[in-house]
T-cell receptor, first 112, second 114 residues
């Protein structure tokens, strides 16, 4: 069966450190992969998109890698800040129409 | 630009009732998708509308139906509500038919079924 797995346990990290989140998938051939941030009671906010032929993407303090052989994406937040505390969702798209299939998300808590 | 807007913000219904949720996409966007998010879970794709037609559908029963209007706004209708329909309903929009684009989400409608 198809699965998208993210760390279910919250990631507690000290301010200034790098947070690394994992997204593993099985029985998918994604055309591209996206990461979203979601705050409690709010809709997800788009962060980064990486295509199947790309290995790495960066945006400010964020970096995402995509390994189609390992079927894994890693999401890094460098120099983390308390404002980065949120749930981060991994989403796959397997077609050109943009239907997103989400993992359950990983909660990140950054403490001062 | 107001972004994606949804109404109402919260809704309480009883089992067996029907509900209509509304969404206005971001300016310039022509594709609207609806997602259901249960507590502690990621959003689940319900369906997508483009050019006033349902283009894709997730694994949801026929009780879930929708519509897209000429101005690209959309409605989600759920009939015969049951307790398991309690969730945050998210609308997302994207431009250019949704092709290879990120999606912009609204704040959601919190539906509680008693």
């Amino acid at each position: 069966s198809q699965k998208i797995e993210q760390n279910s346990e919250a990631l507690n990290i000290q301010e200034g450190k790098t947070a690394t989140l994992t997204c593993n998938y099985t029985n998918y051939s994604p055309a591209y992969l996206q990461w979203y941030r979601q705050d409690p009671g709010r809709g997800p906010v788009f962060l980064l998109l990486i295509r199947e032929n790309e290995k790495e993407k960066r945006k400010e303090r964020l970096k995402v890698t995509f390994d189609t052989t390992l079927k894994q994406s890693l999401f890094h937040i460098t120099a983390s800040q308390p404002a980065d505390s949120a749930t981060y969702l991994c989403a796959l798209t397997t077609d050109s129409w943009g239907k997103l299939q989400f993992g359950a998300g990983t909660q990140v808590v950054v403490t001062p | 630009d107001a972004g994606v807007t949804q109404s109402p913000t919260h809704l309480i219904k009883t089992r067996g009732q029907q509900v209509t949720l509304r969404c206005s996409p971001k300016s310039g966007h022509d594709t609207v998708s609806w997602y259901q998010q249960a507590l502690g879970q990621g959003p689940q794709f319900i369906f997508q509308y483009y050019e006033e037609e349902e283009r894709q559908r997730g694994n949801f029963p026929d009780r879930f139906s929708g519509h897209q209007f000429p101005n690209y706004s959309s409605e989600l209708n759920v009939n015969a509500l049951w307790l398991g329909d309690s969730a945050l309903y998210l609308c997302a929009s994207s431009p250019h038919g949704g092709t290879y684009n990120e999606q912009f989400f609204g704040p959601g409608t919190r539906l509680t079924v008693l």
